[in-house]
């Protein structure tokens, strides 16, 4: 605006009112807008403390040395599975045990915090699965979680006596009677071998009674150039 152009009266109120109103203009700007310093430290809010990203790496560190125990079954491998059946909890006619082809892979993942098993069966068992083996450290045991076509699966799992393989168990709750699986896979050179057994015991935990017995073999596939 050209106040050269206005009486001169009328031009200081103008002025006085343009002066004002463009005060309280640039005064509502600058609340709108978010001052620098609190910016800054909404950022760094959002970003990991150095604290916190130690904590991670030694958690990282901690899973990587309990899983190493599972390093001996890094690789492709094939094989057998069978399960021999009690024959008092067998209908009549039916076979006393059962054998399929096994053919699976076991790899490292997310900075050796997983250990993962893909796989697929033929035969009188026929599947695809996924395996998910970690660490708990505030429980301090080894967890598994089975994903397949055939359902799913949770265990909980203990490092042998001997420190070389883990022993997993998985409890179900029937009507009358509880179920437990137990199971290890070792790995030693190019072979593995998996046992393992399921039990039918009762309610108060008096008794307990083998149902089957599951033993395996499998040779580490060569990889060909």
């Known amino acids: 605006m050209n106040r050269h152009l206005l009486p001169s009266a009328a031009a200081l109120i103008l002025c006085s009112i343009s002066s004002v109103s463009l005060l309280r203009a640039q005064d509502a700007e600058k609340e709108a807008k978010p001052a620098p310093k ?119 799992g203990q490092l042998t006596d001997d420190g070389k393989a883990v022993l997993w168990e998985k409890s179900r709750e029937g009507e009358s009677v509880d179920i437990s699986d137990t199971f290890e896979l070792r790995g030693k050179g190019d072979k593995c071998t998996a046992s393992g057994e399921t039990k039918i015991i009762s309610k108060d935990g008096s008794v307990s009674r083998n149902y089957a017995k599951q033993h395996s073999l499998y040779t580490r596939k060569k990889i060909s150039i």
């Open 38 to 156: 609190a910016e800054t430290q909404e950022s760094s809010e959002s970003e990991p403390s150095a604290e916190e990203k130690a904590a991670e790496q030694k958690e990282t560190e901690v899973l990587q040395a309990k899983l190493a125990v599972f390093k001996s079954l890094e690789g492709e491998w094939i094989g057998e599975e069978a399960v021999d059946y009690n024959p008092e909890f067998r209908k009549e006619g039916a076979p006393a045990s059962v054998k399929w082809k096994d053919e699976w892979k076991g790899f490292f993942t997310n900075e050796g915090r997983y250990f993962e098993m893909t796989g697929k069966t033929a035969g009188k068992v026929n599947s695809t699965y996924h395996w998910y083996v970690t660490y708990d450290t505030e429980n301090e045991e080894y967890r598994a979680w089975s994903f397949g076509s055939n359902g799913w699966g949770e265990y909980k």
